[in-house]
């Protein structure tokens, strides 16, 4: 069974600062991908990164960072230099890797709100 | 930018009616699935369909769902005697269907299903 797990409910920065949202996942595969999702007030789901459990390195896009460690089980999400627009829920996902098996486990969400 | 559309954005139906949600994939994709969300809870899991037929279900896609691909453009998600429970945003999002490893899922903006 696949288990994903995000702590924090809710969020409240100050615009500029820099934040972390935490996903830590459950899983017995061996290969498997992490997904973000972003779902601003409007509803709907925005993709926002996928990464495979072979691939430990950072990445960075823009203001957006990710952590990816395996031995903590963790897929961290950074916003820097918060901005109002980044206010939304945003939702840490897992799938396993096996053929034709791909449904989305999600996490329950962090709802992150920037203050002006 | 090819997008995943759905339609209706809302609907109201009265406990005990069946009801059809119509979803348009993005052309080249081969994999669809139907996934619902609980008014301020997670996403979840409902189907996912390939090669004209259901590939995953969940413990929730019960007798009362079906899926459908009636054309070579639709996907539908069909609720035959709606439940009060059933409320919920209801989203279809497509993938590539690569073949290597779990694709990227794109969401559409969902249906808001309300049973009263």
């Known amino acids: 069974a696949q288990k994903v797990t995000q702590a924090q409910t809710e969020i409240s920065v100050v615009e500029k600062e820099d934040v972390t949202l935490d996903c830590v996942y459950e899983?017995?595969?061996?290969?498997?991908?992490l997904f973000w999702y972003k779902q601003p007030p409007s509803g709907e789901l925005v993709f926002l990164i996928r990464r495979n459990s072979f691939d430990e390195q950072n990445e960075i896009s823009g203001r957006y960072s990710w952590n990816f460690q395996k031995s903590t089980s963790s897929f961290n999400f950074t916003i820097t230099a918060s901005q109002v627009v980044d206010s939304a829920v945003y939702f840490c996902a897992l799938s396993p890797n096996g053929a034709g098996s791909y449904q989305l486990t999600f996490g329950k969400g962090t709802k992150l709100s920037v203050i002006p | 930018e090819p997008e995943v559309t759905q339609t209706p954005s809302h609907q109201v139906t009265q406990m005990g009616q069946e009801v059809i949600l119509r979803c348009v994939p993005i052309?080249?994709?081969?994999?669809f699935y139907w996934y619902r969300q609980i008014l301020g809870q997670k996403v979840e899991f409902l189907v996912s369909?390939?090669?004209?037929?259901?590939?995953?279900k969940s413990e929730i896609f019960d007798d009362q769902f079906s899926v459908e691909r009636p054309d070579g453009s639709n996907f539908t998600l069909k609720i035959r005697s709606t439940k009060l429970e059933d409320s919920a945003m209801y989203f279809c999002?497509?993938?590539?269907?690569?073949?290597?490893?779990?694709?990227?899922?794109?969401f559409g903006p969902g249906t808001r299903l309300t049973v009263l």
């Open positions: 369909f390939y090669n004209n037929e259901i590939s995953e």
């Open positions: 052309s080249n994709h081969l994999y």
């Open positions: 899983t017995r595969d061996t290969t498997y991908y």
């Open positions: 999002a497509s993938s590539e269907g690569s073949g290597v490893g779990a694709d990227t899922q794109y």
